[in-house]
């Protein structure tokens, strides 16, 4: 696992053709809802980034420096939501795009470590096949391009520390910020992601350590030149965020009502299954990095870090570990379980929309051509 890695397809030229099909399916989806909708993004996250978008350009950001800055924050996304026409439907189909580019290379990383084929299919079936990424794909392009790293990253995470490849390990501390830095509500997953790289199977176990410090020094670095800076300019280490980083009492009440609520068993049954077959398959390990990673989504939530009308963030997290963290199927029962698992995750990624009242919206309104 080691070493440069062949690329699949092996044809350049196959292999931006899967990408484009992909993303084509996509984008139909998105022109669908568009003219479903009579082009009424609003209350889409890529309606407020292309809100938020449309101010800077129009030089409405206040604070000088320092508001333009934070009104950018994540700066990855929002620099390149500049240079992309359209507005919320712009970056609807380039949402699409970058959903094609990594479903590709998703299947490419189980290539990589010899998944059967069967596997495969029922694992990107899994992640692609659900209104849960599609409504991401489409209205969500912040949350797309970093749960796009996030995945890369957990992909190279697995190689860094259970084969030993440092370049992997630079490379996933590098994907790991640039999520942080794309998408607000995946910001902590990078510490999150540290604290996997000391949990997963080690090839080096004296160097746990030194591991997560590889893995998270790039997004703290980055973290704290923004802090530092906001302080250069006298307004503070919070300045260059969107979204204070304050507590929310009435988010917090919110969540604990959404707790007890059936929707909340949806969002939470990703994670508790994945902890069932952790234990199940002796890797408990895998279990609190679950754990961990949707306590994350809702303390961004809860720090108001969250756009509106997000939604399926944690589902997908869940997705991307199962298929970045799953050892190769060596046995006929550790394949069965590991399909079943996944199907199962498919089909809580139906039922998502009968609970979430997004994603409810969302479908409705496709029918709006019916």
Not at 324 to 335: D, G, N, R, W
């Amino acid at each position: 696992m080691s070493g440069r890695l062949a690329k699949y397809p092996r044809n350049v030229w196959l292999r931006w053709g899967v990408r484009l099909l992909i993303a084509a399916a996509y984008a139909a989806v998105a022109i669908w809802f568009h003219l479903a909708t009579q082009g009424g993004w609003d209350g889409t996250p890529n309606c407020a980034l292309a809100d938020r978008i449309a101010i800077l350009r129009a030089g409405g950001a206040v604070g000088g420096d320092v508001g333009v800055i934070g009104a950018l924050y994540p700066p990855l996304t929002s620099l390149v939501a500049m240079v992309i026409p359209g507005g919320a439907f712009g970056l609807s189909i380039a949402g699409c795009l970058v959903a094609g580019l990594m479903l590709q290379l998703i299947v490419q990383s189980m290539q990589r470590r010899d998944f059967p084929l069967f596997v495969r299919l029922v694992f990107i079936f899994t992640l692609g096949a659900t209104p849960v990424f599609a409504y991401i794909a489409t209205t969500n392009f912040e949350a797309v391009v970093g749960l796009m790293f996030f995945g890369l990253g957990m992909v190279d995470l697995v190689r860094f520390v259970t084969w030993a490849n440092t370049q992997a390990g630079f490379r996933a501390g590098i994907l790991f910020a640039c999520a942080a830095f794309s998408d607000s509500t995946v910001t902590f997953t990078a510490l999150v992601a540290a604290i996997a790289g000391t949990l997963i199977i080690q090839s080096r176990p004296g160097a746990r350590l030194a591991n997560a410090y590889v893995v998270a020094f790039p997004t703290i670095t980055l973290f704290l030149s923004l802090a530092l800076l906001g302080v250069a300019f006298g307004a503070g280490p919070l300045a260059m965020f969107r979204g204070d980083l304050s507590w929310h009492p009435e988010r917090f009440d919110a969540l604990l009502t959404f707790f007890a609520s059936p929707a909340g068993i949806v969002y939470f049954a990703p994670m508790l299954l994945l902890v069932v077959t952790s234990f199940a398959l002796r890797f408990p390990g895998t279990a609190l990095i679950a754990v961990l990673l949707t306590a994350s989504t809702l303390l961004a939530f809860v720090l108001g870090l969250t756009p509106p009308g997000t939604a399926g963030i944690n589902y997908t997290l869940m997705l991307l570990l199962a298929i970045a963290i799953v050892p190769t199927m060596t046995t006929l029962a550790h394949t069965l379980l590991t399909c079943a698992v996944s199907v199962v995750l498919w089909i809580i990624g139906w039922l998502t929309p009968l609970q979430w009242r997004t994603l409810a919206d969302w479908i409705s309104a496709l029918g709006g051509l019916s």
